[in-house]
């Protein structure tokens, strides 16, 4: 059965550093997200993808985030200068068609900002 | 503006006794409607979805879920409930642009035997 792949599993980084967190989407599923869970708390949406470009993004996602899919297989969300606010799990999700499928989510990366 | 409530943040059952996990929406057009698992340390896993149709649908590991639309919920159930049952439940409610899903806060099942 196809799945969502996420890499890494665990990331730990220092305060200021950048980090890019990267998700194989499903071969034919044409929108890509990303979520956000700190410890303890819902699954915040940060960011959809469709056709190269952002099509909605949370405030949650300001300038320090970006994403994309540089070589039409991985889909990458960078955050340029983490805090430790930034410190989540990290989903990404991908979608073949909207309205009528269902979003299938990666395995997570656990970020850790120290 | 969109949103999802579950009312319910931790709910303890016995094995074998059944479930409701609430879920209300907030949504101007047609709600298309989802439940996920998430054990400990994972991804989440789909339960089941409404689109249209059949107001009562059936997911994996026996659950269920009825739509009412005159009372914005979208409840889950499960007659009987196993150990394994035990996680983290959420309900989201999906635009038909696929652009946006909004995640309810979660509710906590604990299973005792």
């Known amino acids: 059965e196809p799945e969502v792949t996420q890499t890494p599993s665990h990331q730990v980084t220092q305060m200021g550093q950048e980090v890019i967190l990267r998700c194989v989407p499903i071969?034919?599923?044409?929108?890509f997200y990303w979520y956000r869970q700190i410890l303890g708390q819902k699954v915040e949406f940060l960011v959809s993808?469709?056709?190269?470009?952002?099509?909605?993004k949370s405030e949650i996602f300001d300038d320090q985030f970006s994403v994309e899919r540089p070589d039409g297989s991985n889909f990458t969300l960078k955050i340029r200068s983490t805090k430790l606010e930034d410190s989540a799990m990290y989903f990404c999700?991908?979608?073949?068609?909207?309205?009528?499928?269902?979003?299938?989510f990666g395995p997570g990366t656990r970020l850790t900002v120290l | 503006a969109q949103s999802v409530t579950q009312p319910d943040i931790h709910i303890t059952v016995s094995e074998g006794a059944s479930l409701e996990l609430r879920c209300n929406y907030s949504?101007?057009?047609?709600?298309?409607l989802f439940w996920y698992v998430q054990s400990p340390g994972q991804g989440l896993q789909l339960l089941l979805k409404?689109?249209?149709?059949?107001?009562l649908v059936q997911g994996i590991k026996g659950f269920e879920a009825e739509f009412k639309r005159s009372q914005s919920s979208f409840n889950l159930r499960k007659p009987s409930v196993h150990w394994s049952d035990a996680a983290e439940y959420f309900c989201?409610?999906?635009?038909?642009?696929?652009?946006?899903?909004?995640f309810g806060t979660g509710t906590s099942l604990t299973v005792i035997p």
């Open positions: 999700a991908t979608l073949r068609q909207p309205p009528l499928n269902e979003q299938f």
């Open positions: 071969s034919n599923h044409l929108y």
């Open positions: 993808f469709y056709n190269n470009e952002i099509s909605e």
């Open positions: 949504y101007g057009a047609t709600p298309y």
């Open positions: 409404y689109f249209s149709g059949d107001t």
């Open positions: 989201a409610v999906g635009t038909p642009t696929g652009n946006q899903f909004y």
